[in-house]
């Protein structure tokens, strides 16, 4: 099983990056799903996530500005995330619980910065 992340950058405050996070060896289904983020010197929190009953949940802090969704013909997690802040810059993961386990992809950098 393999998570693949990608889509993280450099981007100016208030500009906007869609996260892509493709799946290997299984299938995110209907499956809980979500993103995670870690800034440094701080511990990973949940960013988005949508659970096996296909309710969404976000953060405070990204409510109104990111958006979860999921491609089940891609079989891909996305993440658009828009009016992109400083307090935004972190390295994203993505995640899949499945009942065979909780599975996460490397990572890919977000920097928010002038």
């Known amino acids: 099983v393999q998570l693949q992340a990608s889509g993280g950058g450099v981007v100016q405050p208030g500009g906007s990056l869609r996260l892509s996070c493709a799946a290997s060896g299984t299938t995110f289904g209907l499956n809980a799903v979500g993103w995670y983020r870690q800034a440094p010197g701080k511990q990973r929190e949940v960013v988005a996530r949508?659970?096996?009953?296909?309710?969404?949940y976000y953060a405070d802090a990204v409510k109104g500005r990111f958006t979860i969704s999921r491609d089940i013909v891609k079989n891909t997690l996305y993440l658009q995330m828009n009016g992109l802040e400083p307090e935004d810059t972190a390295i994203y993961y993505c995640?899949?619980?499945?009942?065979?386990?909780?599975?996460w992809g490397q990572g890919t950098l977000v920097t928010v910065s002038s």
């Open positions: 995640n899949l619980v499945k009942k065979t386990g909780q599975y």
């Open positions: 949508i659970s096996s009953d296909r309710t969404a």
